[in-house]
T-cell receptor, first 115, second 114 residues
Framework: AQTVTQSQPEMSVQEAETVTLSCTYD???????LFWYKQPPSRQMILVIR??????QNATENRFSVNFQKAAKSFSLKISDSQLGDAAMYFC????????????FGKGITLSVRP | EPEVTQTPSHQVTQMGQEVILRCVPI?????FYWYRQILGQKVEFLVS????????KSEIFDDQFSVERPDGSNFTLKIRSTKLEDSAMYFC????????????FGQGTRLTVV
């Protein structure tokens, strides 16, 4: 079974600075998807970014980018130019490549942004 | 932009009562999911549903839970006899429009069992 580990429960960043959120996972599969979801105080789950394991290039979405290290089974999220609206809970998630596969989530990390 | 819609946003129920949580997935999505998040904890998979039957379920999804897609648009989660420990945020998600791999989540239903 796959597991996702987010070992940092909380992080804080100064507005306009850069922060990196860590995630590791364990799997025996060679192809899979990885995601970062944002959960603001409203508690809705919002997709931030996704990475296909077969792609060597790290995914980027505007201020959000990932550092995907497949051999190390590491998948960190970098937020550049942090904004107050980035304050939220962030969940790392794993999904097998089957279309009907479930998401396996980490415990999440609470990010606060200092003005 | 298409979105997954859940109703109600908040439901309070007496222990032992039945509740039905409703979801309208994104049109032409084929796969549907329910997840649960107990306050302060991680999001946990409950069940996946495809082609009008359960594809996979977790150990949490016991005989007290059931799902159905009664009319081709709604996707419901029923808890037959609620327990205090069923209090949680319940998320519906849908996925697999061609070329799309991620699951899109609804805004959640907060269930409080008293």
């Amino acid at each position: 079974a796959q597991t996702v580990t987010q070992s940092q429960p909380e992080m804080s960043v100064q507005e306009a600075e850069t922060v990196t959120l860590s995630c590791t996972y364990d799997t025996s599969e060679s192809d899979y998807y990885l995601f970062w979801y944002k959960q603001p105080p409203s508690r809705q789950m919002i997709l931030v970014i996704r990475q296909e394991a077969y792609k060597q290039q790290n995914a980027t979405e505007n201020r959000f980018s990932v550092n995907f290290q497949k051999a190390a089974k590491s998948f960190s999220l970098k937020i550049s130019d942090s904004q107050l609206g980035d304050a939220a809970m962030y969940f790392c998630a794993y999904r097998s490549t089957g279309a009907n596969s479930k998401l396996t989530f980490g415990k999440g990390i609470t990010l606060s942004v200092r003005p | 932009e298409p979105e997954v819609t859940q109703t109600p946003s908040h439901q309070v129920t007496q222990m032992g009562q039945e509740v039905i949580l409703r979801c309208v997935p994104i049109s032409n999505h084929l796969y549907f999911y329910w997840y649960r998040q107990i306050l302060g904890q991680k999001v946990e998979f409950l069940v996946s549903f495809y082609n009008n039957e359960i594809s996979e379920k977790s150990e949490i999804f016991d005989d007290q839970f059931s799902v159905e897609r009664p009319d081709g648009s709604n996707f419901t989660l029923k808890i037959r006899s609620t327990k205090l420990e069923d209090s949680a945020m319940y998320f519906c998600a849908s996925s697999f429009r061609r070329g799309v791999t991620e699951a899109f989540f609804g805004q959640g239903t907060r269930l409080t069992v008293v």
